[in-house]
């Protein structure tokens, strides 16, 4: 069983910007392409952000630009900066796999507000 583990959120006013965390107890990302995810109060989860085993990412649309995702393969840690932020962009945040979602982990909560 691989646990998720997420931090880094917090308040931050609308331009700042944050850097996740994700901790994962085994060496996962080595084999898996992984993903950020967000799910805001009344909206589905949103995948945001993709690193493949390659190193290759993709972003959505709403955050192409300005949030970069990356990894420490041998940390088993995966990260999430995040610049330019804006109100919408409050949510909680998650880590997990893309093609075979594990157990979710409790998130972190990023809130952009002035």
């Known amino acids: 069983q691989v646990l998720l583990v997420e931090s880094g959120g917090g308040l931050v006013q609308p331009g700042g910007s944050l850097r996740l965390t994700c901790a994962a107890s085994?060496?996962?990302?080595?084999?898996?392409?992984m993903g950020w995810y967000r799910q805001a109060p009344g909206k589905q989860r949103e995948l945001v952000a993709t690193?493949?085993?390659?190193?290759?990412?993709n972003y959505a649309d709403s955050v192409k630009g300005r949030f970069t995702i990356s990894r420490d393969i041998v940390k088993n840690t995966a990260y999430l900066q995040m610049n330019s932020l804006k109100p919408e962009d409050s949510a909680v945040y998650y880590c997990?796999?893309?093609?075979?979602?594990?157990?979710w982990g409790q998130g972190t909560q990023v809130t952009v507000s002035s």
């Open positions: 085994g060496r996962i990302f080595s084999f898996n392409d």
């Open positions: 997990n796999l893309v093609d075979k979602l594990l157990s």
């Open positions: 690193i493949a085993t390659t190193g290759r990412s």
